[in-house]
């Protein structure tokens, strides 16, 4: 509670006013005003600097600030696990120059068997059952490696737990045929899939089987079959050799009537990954341009292309606990809100992590989860905040950022307490957020409905 001092405080950045960031976001006449510990911002006009240090935002400020508190605190702490990405196999029929999992368990590895996977549902259901809250569905992405690899005991588990979880599968769609596509919209499962570029010369060099072939033209058919499916979406991983095309797979998205695409930058994770990775200027000037070709289509067509990772950090500035995905935020998601399962029943903080023995905390079949949650890998993920990074701990956007990803960045640099390798393009994406929100462009990069899911705490008007 405030005492009488801090409810008294006319100044920002004295006393007990509140420590007020100006952040310039590039755009002509406003700057944003940041208070970093909260995640408070408004954007006011450069003229309107002095009323932003000692005026009316001040006392607004100081009378809504334990609500920002409270609702930061529970966003980055007070949250349960509710998702696991799921591995029903570590094998791959697919040998991707930037994979983050090793090439001995794509090629060797184990595959569930039904009894297997089933068995490890019933576990799973029964942690979240004790766990969440009765009106509450967990969700179980089945990821890679390639999990149509597995494709019986995936699709028994799903017959068998529809009405307990909510399913997804991430799939390089090489092996989706119609009976698979029938089946996995039958039951109202969620599908992406990957494509890296709009041709297939540099799709297929990036994305390749184990003789060295492509899937651009199956994987493109595949995705004009599913376009019409409200739960599914593209994946495609920015890297130094496709970072240009973006704009370009805009257009090509857009063409082909595509809804939700992810555009990731690609983890350094291991050594194929961090070889490809793009200069950050280089993901910037795409990424960007990429987001203003949406804009453009948007406008003239008026149909929306979102791409979901930035949406995901638009809506963390415009409302926080509105947030679709937890990696721009710290303590990231892996732990927190969902963790990793491997084929062989390990349990991992994230999907990253998996092929590296020191982060796993346990076997599903063999431990209890409650301990597996609390053992030391866990722990080094779910208690890793900005606040212990340089030069994150100053940053006045350090909670809109998070410093992903902890599992490259351990691989980087050999702790997870360091900033990301991706810095400056995360801190350009957070000013195009702003640009669009001081332009009045949200509804254009965001999801349908996106404003019923936020609640309005505070109005500077």
Same mark, same amino acid.
């Given at each position: 509670?405030?005492?009488?001092?801090?409810?008294?405080?006319?100044?920002?950045?004295?006393?007990?006013?509140?420590?007020?960031?100006?952040?310039?976001?590039?755009?002509?006449?406003?700057?944003?005003?940041?208070?970093?510990?909260?995640?408070? &911002?408004?954007?006011? @006009?450069?003229?309107? #600097?002095?009323?932003?240090?000692?005026?009316?935002?001040?006392?607004?400020?100081?009378?809504?600030?334990?609500?920002?508190?409270?609702?930061?605190?529970?966003?980055?702490?007070?949250?349960?696990?509710?998702?696991?990405?799921?591995?029903?196999?570590?094998?791959?029929?697919?040998?991707?120059?930037?994979?983050?999992?090793?090439?001995?368990?794509?090629?060797?590895?184990?595959?569930?068997?039904?009894?297997?996977?089933?068995?490890?549902?019933?576990?799973?259901?029964?942690?979240?059952?004790?766990?969440?809250?009765?009106?509450?569905?967990?969700?179980?992405?089945?990821?890679?490696?390639?999990?149509?690899?597995?494709?019986?005991?995936?699709? /028994?588990?799903?017959?068998?737990?529809?009405?307990?979880?909510?399913?997804?599968?991430?799939?390089?769609?090489?092996?989706?045929? @119609?009976?698979?596509?029938?089946?996995?919209?039958?039951?109202?499962?969620?599908?992406?899939?990957?494509?890296?570029?709009?041709?297939?010369?540099? /799709?297929?060099?990036?994305?390749?089987? &184990?003789?060295?072939?492509?899937?651009?033209?199956?994987?493109?058919?595949?995705?004009?079959?599913? #376009?019409?499916?409200? /739960?599914?979406?593209?994946?495609?991983?920015?890297?130094?050799?496709?970072?240009?095309?973006?704009?370009?797979?805009?257009?090509?998205?857009?063409?082909?009537?595509?809804?939700?695409?992810?555009?990731?930058?690609?983890?350094?994770?291991?050594?194929?990954?961090?070889?490809?990775?793009?200069?950050?200027?280089?993901?910037?000037?795409?990424?960007?341009?990429?987001?203003?070709?949406?804009?453009?289509?948007?406008?003239?067509?008026?149909?929306?292309?979102?791409?979901?990772?930035?949406?995901?950090?638009?809506?963390?500035?415009?409302?926080?606990?509105?947030?679709?995905?937890?990696?721009?935020?710290?303590?990231?998601?892996?732990?927190?809100?969902?963790? /990793?399962?491997?084929?062989?029943?390990?349990?991992?903080?994230?999907?990253?992590?998996?092929?590296?023995?020191?982060?796993?905390?346990?076997?599903?079949?063999?431990?209890?989860?409650?301990?597996?949650?609390?053992?030391?890998?866990?722990?080094?993920?779910?208690?890793?905040?900005?606040?212990?990074?340089?030069?994150?701990?100053?940053?006045?956007?350090?909670?809109?950022?998070?410093?992903?990803?902890?599992?490259?960045?351990?691989?980087?640099?050999?702790?997870?307490?360091?900033?990301?390798?991706?810095?400056?393009?995360?801190?350009?994406?957070?000013?195009?957020?702003?640009?669009?929100?001081?332009?009045?462009?949200?509804?254009?990069?965001? &999801?349908?409905? &996106?404003?019923?899911?936020?609640?309005?705490?505070?109005?500077?008007?």
């Amino acid at each position: 509670m405030c005492d009488e001092n801090q409810l008294q405080a006319k100044y920002a950045n004295t006393g007990y006013g509140p420590q007020f960031v100006f952040l310039d976001i590039g755009l002509p006449g406003k700057i944003a005003v940041v208070e970093p510990n909260v995640a408070f &911002w408004a954007l006011v @006009d450069h003229d309107a #600097v002095q009323d932003a240090l000692a005026g009316p935002l001040i006392a607004d400020f100081q009378r809504k600030a334990e609500d920002f508190k409270r609702e930061m605190d529970y966003l980055r702490f007070g949250l349960k696990p509710s998702a696991v990405y799921f591995n029903p196999t570590e094998l791959c029929n697919f040998n991707c120059t930037y994979c983050y999992l090793p090439e001995k368990m794509r090629r060797n590895g184990k595959t569930m068997t039904v009894r297997e996977l089933c068995d490890a549902l019933e576990h799973l259901y029964s942690y979240f059952h004790r766990t969440l809250p009765d009106d509450s569905k967990p969700q179980i992405i089945f990821h890679g490696s390639e999990p149509m690899m597995a494709r019986e005991s995936m699709f /028994a588990g799903i017959e068998k737990f529809h009405d307990k979880f909510h399913f997804g599968v991430q799939t390089n769609a090489s092996l989706l045929d @119609d009976e698979a596509i029938s089946f996995l919209t039958g039951h109202n499962v969620g599908i992406g899939i990957s494509l890296d570029a709009p041709e297939a010369a540099i /799709a297929n060099n990036l994305r390749k089987n &184990w003789h060295g072939k492509g899937a651009f033209d199956s994987v493109v058919k595949i995705m004009d079959k599913l #376009v019409t499916y409200p /739960a599914f979406n593209v994946i495609t991983t920015a890297t130094s050799m496709n970072v240009h095309t973006l704009p370009q797979m805009v257009d090509f998205y857009h063409d082909h009537g595509v809804k939700t695409v992810m555009f990731n930058p690609v983890r350094c994770t291991r050594e194929g990954g961090k070889k490809l990775k793009p200069h950050n200027n280089t993901m910037t000037e795409y990424f960007c341009k990429a987001l203003e070709r949406t804009y453009e289509l948007y406008s003239k067509t008026n149909q929306k292309l979102v791409i979901a990772n930035f949406a995901n950090v638009l809506m963390g500035i415009a409302g926080p606990t509105g947030r679709r995905l937890m990696c721009d935020i710290s303590p990231c998601g892996g732990g927190r809100c969902f963790f /990793a399962l491997s084929a062989l029943g390990g349990v991992f903080p994230c999907s990253e992590f998996i092929g590296f023995p020191e982060y796993h905390g346990g076997n599903l079949f063999q431990d209890d989860l409650d301990v597996i949650l609390k053992t030391k890998p866990f722990q080094e993920i779910t208690t890793r905040t900005v606040e212990n990074i340089e030069p994150c701990a100053t940053c006045a956007i350090r909670h809109f950022c998070g410093a992903p990803c902890p599992a490259e960045i351990k691989m980087l640099s050999g702790t997870v307490n360091a900033p990301s390798p991706y810095c400056k393009f995360y801190e350009e994406q957070v000013r195009y957020a702003f640009r669009v929100i001081g332009q009045g462009r949200e509804d254009a990069y965001m &999801w349908d409905g &996106w404003r019923e899911d936020t609640e309005e705490t505070f109005n500077l008007n």
